[in-house]
């Protein structure tokens, strides 16, 4: 069946260094996939997607680049701030399905 | 415009009660989800709304579980003869038309402890 499978945290990172979160998925065909955000105190937010192969997903310095021949979308960004300090989900939503299928999280803790 | 509302914020019962929890999606999203995020885990699928029928119930997890969406809009979720094992944060998301590409926008959850 269709899942998700992302990378364990905790992660905690020094503020200006990189990010990667590595996400992986199995799924029929051709899925979209999601990075969404939880701040604390939050709901989940949208933070980018991509809906075909070699899409490149981007939003506030994050970056992730569906790649089909490795079930891949690895979320990455340069130079994290405190204020990211959040917990990250990666998704899928398969080509014929209505329902997203989310990884576990990954919370990132970013320190001055 | 305003997102998506859930209430209560905060819902405890004891075990054997009936519960309802409440999803007020953004206007004009046809199609409206509700899922279960256990601690620790990413939200799972319960069920998906388009328009006022229960297009795929497949993720309610037994036949305590039933929602409904009357008037295409608001829905309910009920939860009858609650158990421990289902206290967890009630998450409802609602989107244009059904997924694939589209985003689908997330309430804050409802909280539910079962006693």
């Known amino acids: 069946g269709d899942s998700v499978t992302q990378m364990e945290g905790p992660v905690t990172l020094s503020e200006e260094a990189f990010l990667t979160i590595n996400c992986t998925y199995t799924?029929?065909?051709?899925?979209?996939l999601f990075w969404y955000v939880q701040y604390p105190g939050e709901g989940l937010q949208l933070l980018l997607k991509a809906t075909k192969a070699d899409d490149k997903g981007s939003n506030k310095g994050f970056e992730a680049t569906y790649r089909k021949e490795t079930t891949s979308f690895h979320l990455e960004k340069g130079s994290v701030q405190v204020s990211d300090s959040a917990v990250y989900f990666c998704?899928?939503?398969?080509?014929?399905?209505?329902?997203?299928?989310f990884g576990t999280g990954t919370s990132l803790t970013v320190i001055p | 415009g305003a997102g998506v509302s859930q209430t209560p914020s905060n819902k405890v019962t004891e075990k054997g009660k009936y519960v309802e929890l409440r999803c007020d999606p953004i206007s004009g999203h046809t199609a409206l989800y509700w899922y279960r995020q256990s601690l620790g885990q990413g939200p799972e699928f319960l069920i998906y709304?388009?328009?006022?029928?229960?297009?795929?119930d497949s993720g309610l997890p037994n036949d305590r579980f039933f929602a409904v969406r009357p008037e295409g809009s608001v829905s309910t979720l009920k939860i009858q003869r609650t158990e421990r094992g289902d206290s967890a944060v009630y998450l409802c998301?609602?989107?244009?038309?059904?997924?694939?590409?589209?985003?689908?926008?997330f309430g804050p959850g409802t909280r539910l402890t079962v006693l």
């Open positions: 799924a029929t065909g051709y899925p979209s």
């Open positions: 998704a899928l939503i398969p080509n014929t399905g209505n329902q997203f299928y």
């Open positions: 709304f388009q328009g006022t029928g229960a297009a795929d």
């Open positions: 998301a609602s989107s244009f038309v059904r997924a694939g590409g589209y985003e689908q926008f």
